[in-house]
């Protein structure tokens, strides 16, 4: 899927959780992270910003990087979570989780006179 399911400020919201959730499977390089992200419906991201997303993420100490060198190709960096990095996903996947309980509950009540 190249296009996006939600919309762009959406996408930007949520692209920090959503790397963090992606490498709670193990590690990934960029490429891997973006092709995960595109067949969860955030739409082929470009380098511009997905690359700045995992630089943040590294420099919290969320996620740490490591180069891997290629078999037969370029070296490329593969990002792995940290222990802090697995804390804030659930912390964080908590909150938006009661974030969607709240716009729903805001849409599914009665409004006052």
């Given at each position: 899927?190249?296009?996006?399911?939600?919309?762009?400020?959406?996408?930007?919201?949520a692209?920090?959780?959503?790397?963090?959730?992606?490498?709670?499977?193990?590690?990934?390089?960029?490429?891997?992270?973006?092709?995960?992200?595109?067949?969860?419906?955030?739409?082929?991201?470009?380098?511009?910003?997905?690359?700045?997303?995992?630089?943040?993420?590294?420099?919290?100490?969320?996620?740490?990087?490591?180069?891997?060198?290629?078999?037969?190709?370029?070296?490329?960096?593969?990002?792995?979570?940290?222990?802090?990095?697995?804390?804030?996903?659930?912390?964080?996947?908590?909150?938006?989780?009661?974030?969607?309980?709240t716009?729903?509950?805001m849409?599914?009540?009665?409004?006052?006179?």
């Open positions: 899927m190249t296009r996006p399911r939600w919309p762009a400020p959406w996408v930007r919201a692209l920090d959780l959503a790397v963090l959730a992606t490498l709670d499977g193990g590690p990934r390089h960029g490429y891997a992270i973006a092709q995960a992200l595109a067949g969860r419906g955030f739409g082929l991201l470009k380098g511009g910003s997905l690359y700045p997303a995992l630089n943040r993420l590294e420099e919290l100490g969320d996620v740490e990087a490591q180069w891997v060198e290629g078999h037969g190709g370029p070296g490329r960096k593969a990002y792995a979570l940290t222990e802090q990095g697995r804390d804030r996903l659930a912390r964080d996947l908590a909150a938006w989780r009661e974030l969607g309980e716009m729903t509950t849409t599914t009540q009665e409004h006052p006179g």
